[in-house]
């Protein structure tokens, strides 16, 4: 059982930078795939980025590319999500989430766990 707890929204101007943190209790961290997830008032939860088990693989949606950046910490069961040249369309309640092997998957159902999310608003 994986609990995780996101950390690191907050306030920032558009072109600006933020680092979230989702750090993870359970005791086996390295056996999942992790990922972001974003969603918006009045839209969809939406896929953001993933990373694989030893964080080799990364994918993201085609709207943060070349702007954030996923990567993970097994030694301190934390992944993170760094988010630069942030745009106004970015302001969404951050979520991470987590999966148990496999492959890296961009569907929210697949995912085992999910923290309780954390506000990203980035004004203009």
């Known amino acids: 059982q994986e609990r995780l707890v996101e950390s690191g929204g907050g306030l920032v101007q558009a072109g600006g930078s933020l680092r979230l943190s989702c750090v993870a209790s359970?005791?086996?961290?390295?056996?999942?795939?992790m990922g972001w997830f974003r969603q918006a008032p009045g839209k969809e939860r939406e896929f953001v980025a993933a990373?694989?088990?030893?964080?080799?693989?990364?994918r993201y949606t085609d709207s943060v590319k070349g702007r954030f950046t996923i990567s993970r910490d097994n030694a301190k069961n934390t992944a993170y999500l760094q988010m630069s040249s942030l745009k106004p369309e970015d302001t969404a309640v951050y979520f991470c989430?987590?999966?148990?092997?496999?492959?890296?998957?961009?569907?929210?159902?697949?995912?085992?766990?999910w923290g309780q999310g954390t506000q990203v608003t980035v004004s203009s």
């Open positions: 989430a987590a999966k148990y092997g496999g492959i890296l998957s961009q569907v929210s159902d697949r995912y085992d766990y």
């Open positions: 359970g005791r086996t961290f390295s056996s999942y795939n």
């Open positions: 990373i694989s088990l030893s964080g080799a693989n990364t």
